[in-house]
T-cell receptor, first 112, second 112 residues
Framework: DAGVTQSPTHLIKTRGQHVTLRCSPI?????VSWYQQVLGQGPQFIFQ???????GRGNFPDRFSARQFPNYSSELNVNALLLGDSALYLC???????????FGSGTRLTVV | GQNIDQPTEMTATEGAIVQINCTYQ??????LFWYQQHAGEAPTFLSY????GLEEKGRFSSFLSRSKGYSYLLLKELQMKDSASYLC?????????????FGKGTKLSVIP
C-alpha cells in the first residue's frame, strides 16, 4: 500500500520565483495538511484541507496558498520566494481532519 | 496561543532507559502526540494521549498530566536506532483543532 507521496523531493529556486509542491495522500484518506520545517525546528502548520475545503490556516503570508483536488491530492503554492522560505515542506495525510498523521518524506526547497 | 517546551538534546547509553519531557501552555487542548524523526526523514507517529495517564506501546510509553500541562516519552532498552529527534505536538481546540503545534524537538543520541 503506497504511503504519502510528495514531489519533487528536492528543489532549488531563485528569489522571487514561484513554486508548486505536490502531495498524494494514502488511499482512503480525505485530509491533507501542510507543514514547514526549518532546520533544527519542529514542523510549523501551514494549511489543512479536508474534503476539498480549507479547514485551517497557520500564520503564513498570503504568498502561500493551497488546494485539494477531487481525488484528495493537494498542491502547495508559494509565490515571490524569499530566502527564508528554504525549508523541508511536509505533507501529512489523515483519515479525517482529527486523526493522527502519516507524513510524506517531504520536499526540500532551497531558495538562492 | 500555544507554547511547547522540550529539552534540545539528550544523550543516553544503549540498553538504558531515557525520559523526554514536554511541557505545554495552550489556549485549548485536544490531545498530545509524540513523533520520532530520523535525520533527513519524515516524522513517524509514536503515541497519542488525550486523557491523563500512561499509554504503553512496546518499548515506548507516554504519560500525560493535563492539569500540569506535562507529558513525557519513556524509551526502554535503548537501541542505537533510537538515535533521532523526538517531537512533542499538541492539538488545540475550536479553530485550533485542525492543526498540531510542535515543539522544537529533542535530539536523542544513543551511545554504546
Amino acid at each position: 500500500d503506497a504511503g504519502v507521496t510528495q514531489s519533487p523531493t528536492h528543489l532549488i529556486k531563485t528569489r522571487g520565483q514561484h513554486v508548486t509542491l505536490r502531495c498524494s495522500p494514502i488511499s482512503g484518506h480525505k485530509s491533507v495538511s501542510w507543514y514547514q520545517q526549518v532546520l533544527g525546528q519542529g514542523p510549523q502548520f501551514i494549511f489543512q484541507y479536508y474534503e476539498k475545503e480549507e479547514r485551517g490556516r497557520g500564520n503564513f503570508p498570503d504568498r502561500f496558498s493551497a488546494r485539494q483536488f477531487p481525488n484528495y491530492s493537494s498542491e502547495l503554492n508559494v509565490n515571490a520566494l524569499l530566502l527564508g522560505d528554504s525549508a523541508l515542506y511536509l505533507c501529512a495525510s489523515s483519515l479525517t481532519a482529527f486523526d493522527d498523521y502519516t507524513f510524506g518524506s517531504g520536499t526540500r526547497l532551497t531558495v538562492v | 496561543g500555544q507554547n511547547i517546551d522540550q529539552p534540545t538534546e539528550m544523550t543516553a547509553t544503549e540498553g538504558a532507559i531515557v525520559q523526554i519531557n514536554c511541557t505545554y501552555q495552550t489556549s485549548g487542548f485536544n490531545g498530545l502526540f509524540w513523533y520520532q524523526q530520523h535525520a533527513g526523514e519524515a516524522p513517524t507517529f509514536l503515541s497519542y494521549n488525550v486523557l491523563d495517564g500512561l499509554e504503553e506501546k512496546g518499548r515506548f510509553s507516554s504519560f500525560l498530566s493535563r492539569s500540569k500541562g506535562y507529558s513525557y516519552l519513556l524509551l526502554k532498552e535503548l537501541q542505537m536506532k533510537d538515535s533521532a529527534s523526538y517531537l512533542c505536538a499538541v492539538r488545540g481546540s475550536g479553530a485550533g483543532s485542525y492543526q498540531l503545534t510542535f515543539g522544537k524537538g529533542t535530539k536523542l543520541s544513543v551511545i554504546p
